[in-house]
């Protein structure tokens, strides 16, 4: 049985017109699984490699170099809160609004809560200094953001 589904496969596909080599599709493939499953499993892997004719290593080589991709051994929550580390964000009170969330939930930066529910990540700059702290609940960006508007916005609760 395929690990991609056959929507996987048609986007991945859809790809190879708009990148100039097939192992320029590589990155874009990467986010069309792990959006669609939580994470890269070495099946995913494999069969990617096949649709682009690299390697199984190839496609690897790039997994594992962006911190941002997640394998089956560490999938992501089923919301990924990125919380803003730059400056601005820290001197506005991001240090406190991690350490509280990592207390609430606890866990640490990288790490998903036990019910499976919540990934928490640290982002270097998400390019909201007007509004720090800022974070980010999967592709929603929201400002000026407390610890309670968090729990509203990834577990619908203050």
Known sequence: MSELSSNAKKVIEEHLGRYPSK???TLPAL???QEEKGCVSRKAISEIADILELSPAQINDTLSFYGF???EE??????RVWICRSLPCM???GEELLAELCSR???QPGQTTAD???TLELAECLGA???APCMLVDDELTLCVTADDVEKQVRGRA
Do not use: M, S, Y
Not at 74 to 79: A, C, E, Q, V
């Open 23 to 25: 192992q320029a599709v």
């Open 31 to 33: 986010h069309v699984v």
């Open 69 to 71: 991709f997640r394998t």
């Open 74 to 79: 560490d999938p992501l929550g089923k919301k």
């Open 91 to 93: 001197l506005r009170g």
């Open 105 to 107: 939930w606890n866990i």
């Open 116 to 118: 499976g529910e919540v």
């Open 129 to 131: 200094c007007d509004g």
